[in-house]
Structures are given as C-alpha cells and as structure tokens.
C-alpha cells in the first residue's frame, strides 16, 4: 500500500484501462495523484526524436520550448526571432520544441512536415491536453539528459514568451558560470500560494498530495526558467519515484525540486511579466529595458519586441 492509500496492482489497472491514442493520462479527476512515474512510461515514448539536435563537443545554452501542436506559426515566430539565435559571440545555443500529439492522423502530417523542415521537434505518444502538460516536462529532461548532457545551462520557456537571449548570454552566463544546482526563475516562496483543492479546477492538487499543508512548498513560475545543468539527471531520477501531477512547474520545480538538497533558487520575478502591453512598453525602451523575458502570446509582438532587442543591441555595440 502506497502513502496514497492506493495500491500497485490498483495503479497497474488504472493505467491499462486507458487508451493511450485517444486519451489524456487523467481521464477522470480522480485518477490524479496515483500514478508513479513506473506506471506512464508507456506515455513518454516518443513520435519525433531528433537525437543529433546537440552535435557538438560543447553547448553552452539547450532551449526547450513547451508548445502545443497548433501552434504551428507561433513555432514559426520563435524560430525567426530569439530561438534562431544559434550563436551569440562564441556561445553555443541548441533548441527544440516538446509537443504531445494531435487526435487526428491529417494534423499529425502537419507536425511531420514541419519536422522534416526544421528537425527540432520532439514530441510524446499523448494527446495534447493541459493535464498532460507535466509528461512534456518528464520528456524533456529525459531527452536532455540522453542527448545533451553536454549543455552548461538549461533554459525553459512556454512558447507565448519572448526572451531577451542577449541578457540570458551577457547577465545569467556569467552568474551561473562554475556554479552547480542553481534555478533562476520568478520564485513563489514556501508557504505563499495557496493549494487548489477544488476538483473542478484545473490546477487541482488532491489531499494526499502535500499533505496537511494548505499552500505550495517553494516552486518556479514555470513560463521562464533557466537552471544549471547538473539538475537535470538528478530531476530525471527524483521523477521516477514520484507522484505524477499535472501542474507542470509545481510537479518539476517545486514537488521534485524540494526533495534535492542544496538547490539555490534566484529570483528575478522584477525582470519577467507575462502580459504582453507590458513587455511592449517595457523592451521598446531599448537598452533601458529592465526585463528578460516577457509575454508575446502574438506573433506580430514577438517580431516587435525582436526588433527593439535588435536596434537596442546595436546601440550597445556602439
């Protein structure tokens, strides 16, 4: 009997009522909190791999984008602005996006041409869904630690944010340079944001899971992080045992993240918004921009905001 008061051979059976094509993990909201990482890895195979994305000897920066398979033009956008930054100086960035899959075999040829063109998706065997949001992030770590182990730094972000990866390069490098177990992040302290207790929300945490708390241990706002890389097979193998929960940053940054010892979290919550007028006002002041990341749930200001990052880096320049 697990500290659920569920039982191995009830997940096992849980689990293989499911069908995995056209299904989420959570069918019901009761089946929340009961599985282990033991019992979905038939969900974390992978339709789209691309395992020689990280080539080189050395990667300072690997990117990973959590992105919706529609999003297909906002993939577009990223890649045309701060994601298609390859190299900046001598710093060497790698990227890919973690999508699940759509419900339909016409949609998924889509993903698959887009793919051929790009070779930078990565995609789980699961329905696109929120809850299964947190599959997204087990894969990802996963797929780091498989295939760019060599990256110095990790940074994550949702793809309706910009980020000013010429700050990430010239203020957050050289921070985090021959440090270890490090997350810089917008953190939510210990004790200061209340847990969702109603089944009806989205963001629902059942009883058994932090128990006799009622507010969330210490966790990242998960839309911009960057974090060393030495957290990411020590993650991957925290994940294992783990309870599975489908709120992604407190499931990775907070539920895993709370049971490694000496983690030291930077907070720059003063430099991200994820409202995107304030991140227009605020980068169109050029280099005068306190900010690092911010919202751009529109193409149209992820080229704007790209355009004022630009001119603001060229006036630095001179």
């Known amino acids: 009997m697990s ?3 569920i039982t191995h051979h009830q997940r096992k059976q849980s689990l293989i009522s499911l069908d995995i094509a056209t299904t989420t993990i959570f069918p019901d909201k009761d089946k929340i909190g009961i599985y282990t990482r033991e019992n979905i890895k038939i969900f974390t195979k992978l339709l789209l791999t691309n395992g020689d994305i990280c080539t080189e000897k050395r990667i300072d920066i690997i990117i990973y984008i959590q992105s919706h398979w529609i999003n297909i033009e906002r993939r577009r956008s ?5 994601v298609g930054a390859k190299s900046i100086t001598d710093i060497i960035i790698k990227s890919f996006f973690i999508l699940g899959k759509p419900s339909n075999r016409t949609d998924q ?3 698959n041409n887009e793919n051929l063109i790009h070779r930078d998706i990565v995609q789980g065997d699961f329905i696109e869904s929120f809850q299964n949001i947190t599959l997204k992030s087990i894969i990802a770590l996963e797929w780091i630690y498989t295939h760019c182990r060599q990256a110095e730094i990790v940074l994550k972000a949702d793809d309706d944010i ?3 990866i010429f700050k990430v390069v010239n203020k957050l490098l050289p921070q985090l340079k021959n440090k270890s177990r490090n997350i810089v992040c917008s953190v939510k302290e210990d004790n200061t944001s ?3 207790r109603d089944s009806g929300s989205k963001w629902y945490i059942p009883e058994h899971i932090f128990p006799k708390r009622t507010h969330l241990p210490r966790f ?4 911009f992080v960057v974090m060393t890389s030495d957290l990411v097979p020590e993650l991957t193998h925290a994940s294992e045992g783990a309870i599975y929960i489908p709120v992604d940053d407190v499931y990775l940054f907070g539920l895993l993240a709370q049971t490694l010892s000496n983690v030291t979290y930077n907070d720059i919550s003063t430099s991200m ?3 995107d007028n304030v991140a227009l006002d605020v980068f169109s002041k050029g280099k005068d921009s306190h900010l690092m990341a911010g919202g751009a749930s529109k193409d149209v200001h992820m080229a704007k905001i790209w355009m004022e990052v630009l001119v603001a880096q060229n006036q630095e320049k001179h």
Do not use: Q
């Open 78 to 82: 990223l890649r045309e602005t701060w």
């Open 194 to 196: 209340p847990i969702v």
């Open 109 to 111: 040829v889509k993903i």
């Open 162 to 164: 910009f980020v000013d």
């Open 273 to 275: 918004t994820v409202y």
């Open 3 to 5: 500290s659920s008061g």
């Open 220 to 223: 990242c706002t998960g839309y």
